[in-house]
């Protein structure tokens, strides 16, 4: 089995959109890339990144084509997106233990951890939030150089 790491929104979204780190995220992509890593998420990553690009159309804070673009680009990662049945229940009992806000990014940490492997993730929150207790979690911030 090739190795895996598991990837959030905030993430991904450094791929396809110009933001501060999205060389760093490139970097690790192309990296990983080359060590036949398989990149995977839970299959809200889509929903929660699509929604993010949009805002921004919405906001114009980019073009309509450039939105255009960077949905298109999201749909192209090669992210296999996961609902194994044990997430919710797990997502929920995280985010109680690290006392967060929502669930969905504690989806992120429950496959991560069932899968063994890392995350990595642009949210500095979350990060902050888990990453004394979870050596795994690793932030693209914190690792950009």
């Not at 929104?9 to 501060?20: I, P, R, T």
């Not at 690009?53 to 680009?73: C, E, K, T």
């Not at 806000?101 to 940490?109: F, M, N, Q, V």
């Not at 939030?129 to 690793?138: E, G, Y």
Request: glycine content about 4%.
């Amino acid at each position: 089995m090739s190795l895996q790491i598991c990837v959030d929104a905030s993430f991904a979204l450094k791929l396809v959109l110009d933001e501060e780190d999205s060389e760093a995220a490139q970097a690790l992509w192309t990296a990983w890339s080359a060590q036949d890593v398989e990149i995977i998420a839970p299959c809200h990553l889509i929903f929660e990144a699509t929604s993010v690009i949009r805002n921004h159309v919405y906001r114009r804070d980019i073009s309509a084509d450039a939105g255009q673009a960077a949905f298109d680009a999201l749909l192209a990662q090669e992210i296999k997106l996961l609902q194994p049945g044990f997430i919710e229940k797990r997502a929920w009992e995280l985010a109680q233990q690290y006392n967060r806000p929502t669930a969905y990014d504690a989806c992120y940490l429950a496959l991560a951890e069932n899968a063994g492997c890392e995350l990595w993730t642009a949210d500095g929150r979350l990060y902050k939030a888990v990453h004394d207790a979870l050596p795994w979690v690793k932030s693209l911030h914190e690792n950009a150089g």
